[in-house]
């Protein structure tokens, strides 16, 4: 080989410049190594000087050898080697990734190690010994590492707190060292070991813009340079004995490599760059080379630098990473998005959380989700089915999150309107946590004292309940328009919300509602949603009609425009989030209908995700737990029961749901029960159980411990209990009137919908309807319920049941397609329609007139209140009115009263007809009211049970059939799965059920189903792709892994890369909708999970 020609021109006596007349590829073996950048529109360079800078400093005699990029969109900044292996590794900013080549004199294709960092990737390390490559990205603020293998899936973020600009890296493996510097607000050296644990700072005063940095393993020692104090220094180990070795106003340092005594000093300018040479015990300027091009990273290709190999690591055969402990020894650790099997500690399962950070934003259709390096991944065969984990058009607006917790908030606005919560892992299923609600643009949770706030656009309110939906209040209900955006300041104890009305406006309060003031109404359009840097205290938001962003400081109170009408931001923007470096938002016009990225320096866009066709793109969030700091709050204590909403550093205010009063002490919520006259309502939207006096029209709430959506409800007033069912825990429950000793009195199949509950207090049964599985059940009210299922045939939409103790009969409602009314004895005999309606009548609630002997029913669909003997016989309509969704109705004394949907309050109607009278004006605050009973002490049956002698050892059951067909007027029976023995008194064991039981095989499925609380269920593997996962960083998207593609080009010269054939990255990318063979149920799957399982229904 022909050695590099060079020509050394002598300058002020120190002073060189270097030309390449020739070149030939870098060779294994000791190089110093720079990656430079060419001055004019040349391609980028790596160079090398080979050879023992010994020997070359001083007789200033070298061999230059250079690696030329293939294109001119290639830009070289940090270089890292693992010498065993003959590697040099370079982080390239125009294509944004991780490469490595061979230096064996003929490999010219390079291995894309990891693809998707930013364009500042300016500091790269090996750790030889475990086999792992470390950076920093100064765009997104983390340290990444990945095993040294090609087309890395798997990464680990080392750290991503408290980064604000990091730049060199360096890695000491003999002692478990990791070594970066960081030059943004807060410049400082840092160190951890090899996974980011026990990290400490060693240097932060004194600097300004730290750069590179380089270890002296053997003196314990970490030297650095400064190019904003423009010095060259070191420190030890331990942060003692700092020193400036080279101070020089004039130089622009960047990049700094060791061998033995010398330092090698990379410089910048904006017409050339140069290479200095310094000694590193006197700072004595040894030579400046002047270069032809701007020099980066650079590195001392060496191998006394990396003593050992990786033969320790390798034998241990992780299935993600190996990390080398010089004293724990070597173990192996997981990727992002994994954790390690504790069966073997060697290899990785899913982890059911997803890693953060992620975007999510809402598109009206659905909710899809992107990974924290979206600016800079490969979009390569994205669809909408890959992306989103919802897509099921339910009208999505609104987003809020507890990213401590998981849990993303949304908001729906189709048919049914309600505020829901997931949990964000594999297989989790939705929860509806709010219902009744009107248009919620905005939803953003209080995480530090656990409150939820929105913003309803249809009712022009500002609201807050629990976390968990609980104790809903209205907190502002004047002077808004048409509020939008919503966000908390929990350390300033401070909401902030836009309104977008005829006169917009930007305005904040207490966390209580009070101390409300204005913050701007001047220079508006229309402003939506709002972000806030809790880093920097500024609150920023969109305007979606002039299309800027502002941002308003809290310290100086000051608003200023942050993106200008007339930058290259076009459109309008409308959810905003801002991630580290990038500003990130939703436009939802049509030509520009999706999510775009910009830098936020220069305002530069650099990535826009657009479907025109499918879904407006509403709200936007980053899903980060750093976004949700922690702060200090008044409410730390847990004086108040219900909700506490500060109002300051040390105060705040307590607050009561419906039906409570707060006490004397401002703190404790108090409920007072009534005993007698009064109604038992369930507001499944509110959660709760209400009474409501029927002489007063007090509404009180049953205090019980968890409801969460009741649905009937039913009194036993000899032993004072209340009984209920709930659809979404699938369970019927009782408690005693004031709320304690709350009871699971069955636990329901997941199937089940429980929606209709009779007790029978004088036969001391509880009779239920299952529309969810067909049937209605019997059990016993004793200390040990008995379950009995009563009839299983001819049932399909099955509603209210009534329980008639004096007939020994039961009555149900049946709205399926052959809608109608029926009854039986309790003993499931002498079962009859006695009322048939058309197709398409909904009989709902029914009430029973004991000694009129006449039943009161309401149809949903053709409104009215109707009558009728319990036999079927004399029917009469006694109201009916359009517009209505009548769903419960109960009888005390001479009046009706009913439930109605459509309302959202009680009514009253005299039992024989007349005028439909409002119960209560205060019934307004109701937001879903179902069932409904009433009890009133004079009409208590006094009947004696006919099985308050019977010997049944499980089950009596009164029964009509007395006189003709049985000699008592009762039966024995028995619970499911066992039956009457011979003596007609007793249960056994049905033999042939036990047989057949015991020959029935076990199977388990692979994917058990989780049930949601709406009661459907959720099958991991139903959909696809929720996007961030680990493996999108790699370029891929969320269900299906993409590779970069490679292609060999024709044969270049030897010092020229291979082509990659991919020269640009799409800047714009116009999203495909999603796969029409797509199942798109509700649902959260891990895409990991999903690449090998099997689907399950």
């Known amino acids: 080989m022909q050695n590099i020609c060079i020509r050394l021109f002598t300058l002020f006596g120190y002073f060189y410049s270097i030309f390449l007349n020739s070149s030939h590829a870098i060779r294994h073996g000791r190089n110093l190594i720079w990656a430079g950048r060419p001055l004019d529109y040349d391609r980028a360079s790596i160079v090398g000087i080979e050879g023992d800078p010994d020997k070359w400093v001083l007789d200033k005699k070298m061999t230059v050898r250079q690696i030329s990029a293939p294109s001119r969109m290639w830009h070289f900044r940090s270089l ?205 300027l040894i030579i400046s080379y002047t270069l032809s091009h701007i020099p980066y990273g650079i590195i001392m290709y060496d191998e006394t630098t990396q003593p050992g190999n990786s033969e320790i690591c390798d034998a241990l055969e992780c299935e993600h990473f190996c990390v080398h402990n010089p004293i724990m020894g070597p173990a192996c650790h997981c990727s992002e998005g994994y954790k390690l099997n504790i069966t073997d500690h060697r290899t990785c399962k899913v982890d059911s959380q997803f890693p953060q950070p992620y975007h999510v934003y809402s598109m009206e259709e659905g909710i899809c989700s992107f990974p924290p390096n979206l600016a800079d991944i490969d979009l390569e065969n994205m669809t909408l089915s890959k992306q989103c984990f919802l897509l099921d058009n339910k009208g999505y607006l609104a987003l809020g999150m507890h990213a401590r917790r998981d849990t993303l908030y949304f908001s729906t606005n189709n048919t049914d309107k309600w505020i829901n919560r997931v949990r964000m892992e594999y297989g989790a299923s939705f929860e509806d946590l709010i219902g009744g609600v009107g248009i919620v643009r905005g939803i953003v949770l209080d995480w530090i004292s656990s409150n939820l706030y929105w913003t309803d656009s249809l009712y022009r309110t500002i609201n807050v309940a629990r976390a968990d939906g609980m104790y809903q209040q209205v907190l502002i209900d004047s002077d808004l328009e048409n509020p939008i955006g919503i966000a908390v300041h929990p350390g300033k104890s401070k909401l902030f919300w836009t309104d977008a009305g005829k006169k917009p406006k930007v305005e904040w309060s207490y966390l209580d509602g009070s101390g409300r003031s204005l913050i701007t109404n001047q220079d508006l359009g229309s402003p939506s949603h709002i972000h806030i840097d809790f880093m920097k205290d500024i609150l920023y938001w969109a305007d979606s009609a002039l299309g800027n962003v502002k941002e308003y400081n809290f310290s100086t109170e000051t608003i200023t425009v942050l993106v200008p009408k007339n930058s290259g931001i076009q459109g309008s923007i409308y959810g905003i989030s801002i991630f580290q470096d990038y500003l990130i938002w939703t436009d939802y016009t049509t030509s520009r209908n999706g999510i775009h990225v910009a830098r936020l320096d220069s305002l530069d866009k650099v990535r826009d995700i657009m479907h025109p066709e499918f879904g407006r793109a509403r709200d936007l969030l980053t899903f980060d737990a750093s976004n949700q700091p922690d702060f200090e709050t008044a409410c730390a204590d847990g004086s108040c029961k219900h909700l506490c909403l500060p109002k300051g550093e040390k105060s705040y205010t307590c607050r009561c749901g419906l039906g409570y009063q707060i006490g004397e002490n401002k703190k404790i919520c108090a409920t007072d029960l009534a005993t007698d006259n009064f109604l038992l309502v369930t507001d499944s939207y509110r959660k709760q159980i209400f009474q409501i006096s029927m002489i007063t029209g007090k509404v009180q709430a049953l205090d019980v411990r968890d409801h969460f959506r009741p649905l009937a409800v039913d009194y036993d007033p000899v032993r004072r209990i209340i009984y209920w069912t709930d659809v979404a825990h699938k369970s019927i429950k009782k408690a005693e009137i004031n709320g304690v000793h709350e009871t699971l009195v069955k636990q329901l199949t997941d199937d089940s919908i429980a929606d209709g509950l009779a007790i029978d207090y004088v036969n001391q049964l509880l009779f239920y309807s299952d529309a969810g599985i067909r049937i209605i059940g019997v059990m016993t009210l004793s200390a040990y319920p008995f379950h009995k299922t009563l009839i299983n045939s001819g049932l399909e939409k099955v509603r209210s049941v009534i329980a008639s103790p004096i007939e020994k009969r039961i009555y149900w409602s049946d709205w399926g397609s052959d809608p109608k009314i029926e009854r039986c004895g309790m003993d499931g005999s002498e079962r009859q329609v006695i009322a048939k309606f058309k197709e398409g009548a909904w009989p709902n609630g029914l009430a029973l007139d004991v000694r009129e002997k006449r039943l009161y029913w309401v149809d949903a669909r053709s409104n009215k209140i109707a009558s009728m003997t319990t036999d079927g016989k004399h029917q009469y309509i006694l109201y009916n009115e359009s517009d209505a969704h009548y769903f419960g109705i109960a009888l005390s004394g001479d009046y009706l009263y009913l439930t109605d949907w459509s309302r959202n309050s009680l009514m009253r109607l005299p039992k024989k007809g007349g005028q439909l009278e409002n119960f209560w004006d205060g019934t307004s605050k109701f937001v879903r009211l179902n069932d409904i009973h009433a009890f009133n002490s004079t009409e208590i049956i006094s009947e004696v049970s006919p099985c308050s002698s019977e010997s049944c050892s499980h089950f009596c059951l009164p029964s009509p059939r007395t006189i003709y067909e049985i000699k008592d007027p009762w039966i024995c029976a028995c619970p499911d799965h066992l039956v009457l023995s011979s003596d007609g008194h007793n249960c056994v064991v049905d033999e042939d059920e036990s047989e057949s039981m015991n020959n029935r095989s076990t199977q388990r499925s692979l994917f058990p189903s989780k049930q949601t609380k709406n009661g459907s269920s959720v099958t991991p593997g139903k959909i696809s792709a929720y996007v961030i996962v680990p493996l999108i960083l790699l370029g891929a998207g969320v269900a299906a892994f993409i590779f970069l593609k490679r292609r060999r080009a024709e044969k270049n010269p030897h010092y020229l890369l291979a082509n990659d054939d991919k020269y640009t990255v799409d800047i714009s990318y116009r999203i495909l909708c999603q796969d029409s063979s797509k199942d798109m149920n509700d649902g959260v799957e891990n895409p990991i999970e999903s690449q090998n399982s099997t689907h399950t229904s």
């Open 80 to 284: 890292a080697y693992s010498y065993s292996t003959k590697y040099l590794y370079w982080s390239e900013s125009g294509l944004k990734r991780i490469q490595g080549l061979v230096l064996d004199g003929y490999k010219k294709e390079t291995d894309n190690i990891f693809t998707g960092t930013s364009a500042e990737v300016d500091g790269l390390a090996v750790d030889w010994i475990s086999g792992n490559v470390y950076w920093t990205d100064a765009i997104y603020n983390w340290i990444m590492m990945v095993p040294l293998r090609p087309n890395q899936k798997r990464f680990k973020i080392v750290t991503k707190v408290g980064l604000d600009k990091p730049h060199g890296i360096a890695v000491l493996p003999q002692k478990g060292y990791l070594f970066w510097c960081d030059w943004g607000a807060n410049p400082k050296i840092e160190v951890s070991d090899l996974i980011g644990n026990n990290r400490r700072t060693i240097v932060n005063y004194n600097m300004r813009r730290p750069r590179g940095l380089v270890i002296d393993a053997k003196e314990s020692k970490i030297y650095w340079v400064d190019d904003g104090q423009d010095t060259i220094e070191c420190i030890q180990f331990n942060g003692r004995a700092r020193r400036i070795i080279v101070k020089d106003p004039q130089a622009d340092f960047y990049g700094i490599a060791l061998y033995k005594n010398i330092l090698f000093v990379t410089e910048q300018s904006l017409s050339e760059g140069h290479l200095n040479v310094y000694s590193k015990l006197n700072g004595k």
